[in-house]
């Protein structure tokens, strides 16, 4: 019989956490066939709502479910996690100074990090979820030097899965049919979203759509799509995010034969983004393993727009360590 598979939540209480565990605990993101352990960490205050989600997971009698354990300690939470969603964050409240929203984070992301390096099983895979994601999965990988870079992510999956939906509706296409998409940089609303690369049908999507549709309503929808959901839904994306989250440990784990997708990976320094930065990329994955799809072609136009993004990640990783955090 297959060992079970722990995966541990943070913020497990919080909106993205209810649409996201049942999904977990059905076996969507590992398969039907691996038993899982799911470790709720939350702050003390929402332990208790965890405890209710996790009557809840119990109530599905899902098949792949072996245990649901909800805790406020990280070293608890991450005891021998294969699988590590970080989703519980500080949010940016009112009046809120972006140095002070780093350094919140980094309260939450540098213990949590240094948890996984103790904790954690040797081949944890970390997808961190929570805002400013980029940079904190850098301070968290920072946190954990024993555990190899590779293995902290951030989601750029969403804005991925963004691009391609919003490509399908334009083409009148199926998501499935579009293949090639990229997000670069910081999952932000500097992030660029690029079509250069991508086909639908096996045709090329540059000759499909225009560059003017492209850059006054593609570009910025999908950039901007988390301030739109806010806007119309009345609250941030949970159910969509969750379910990004899924694509992107499946994809890690199981791979995208024959496909590519996006994710925010530590920069090895391909396309000039500077060492280490954690930005998001086209990737594939293969043998559980992301790697940056190499050689594609960056005309001026997009050079242009992952400077920009990168940028932004550089100032962010500064300010960090500016405050210290970065060791
Ligand atoms: P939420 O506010 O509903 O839930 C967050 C939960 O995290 C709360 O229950 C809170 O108690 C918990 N939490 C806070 N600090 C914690 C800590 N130190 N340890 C454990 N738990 C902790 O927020 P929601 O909607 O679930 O979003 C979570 C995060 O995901 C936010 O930062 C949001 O900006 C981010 N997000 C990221 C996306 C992406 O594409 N990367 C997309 C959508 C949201």
Redesign the pocket.
């Known amino acids: 019989d297959q060992q079970p598979v722990t995966v541990t939540v ?9 649409a996201l565990l049942f999904r977990i605990a059905s076996g969507a993101m590992l398969g039907e066939d691996v038993p899982i352990r799911l470790r709720l ?3 003390p ?2 332990v208790r ?2 405890e209710g989600t996790a009557l809840e997971l119990a109530d599905c009698a899902f098949g792949p479910l072996v245990s649901v354990d909800v805790t ?1 300690r ?1 070293a608890e939470a991450f005891d021998g996690a294969d699988v590590a969603l970080l ?5 940016r409240t009112a009046g809120m100074e972006r140095s002070d929203l780093l350094e919140a984070n980094a309260g ?1 992301f540098g213990p ?1 990090g240094r948890a996984i390096n103790d904790h954690a099983a040797s081949g944890v895979r970390v997808l ?4 400013p ?1 980029n940079t904190n999965a850098l301070i968290a990988a920072t946190s954990a030097p024993d555990v190899p870079r590779e293995r902290f992510t ?6 991925h899965n963004r691009a391609v939906a919003q490509l399908a509706a334009r083409l009148g296409c199926r998501a499935s049919d579009v293949d090639g998409v990229s997000i670069w940089g910081n ?1 932000s609303a500097t992030q660029y979203p690029d079509v250069t690369h991508a086909t639908a049908g096996g045709q090329p999507v540059p000759t499909l759509v225009e560059q003017d549709w492209l850059e006054s309503e593609f570009i910025p929808r999908v950039a901007r799509r ?1 301030a739109e959901i806010i806007d119309v839904r009345g ?4 159910a969509s ?1 969750a379910s ?1 989250a899924v694509d992107h440990v499946r994809d890690w784990v199981h791979g995208t034969p024959g496909r590519w997708t996006s994710a925010g990976v530590a920069s090895d320094g391909s396309y000039g983004v500077p060492e280490g930065l954690v930005s998001s990329f086209p990737v594939r994955s293969e043998d559980g393993r992301f790697s940056i799809v190499q050689g594609l072609d960056i005309p001026a136009f997009s050079r242009a727009r992952i400077d920009a993004s990168v940028a932004e990640l550089e100032a962010e990783r500064d300010a960090v360590r500016g405050l210290g955090l970065l060791g």
């Open positions: 943070t913020g497990a209480a919080g909106q993205i956490g209810y960490l939350e702050v205050a929402a709502a965890a406020d990280p989703v519980g964050s500080r949010p939450i949590q961190v979820v929570g805002n994601a951030a989601m750029t999956r969403l804005d999952h988390g609250a941030s994306s949970a995010a990004a």
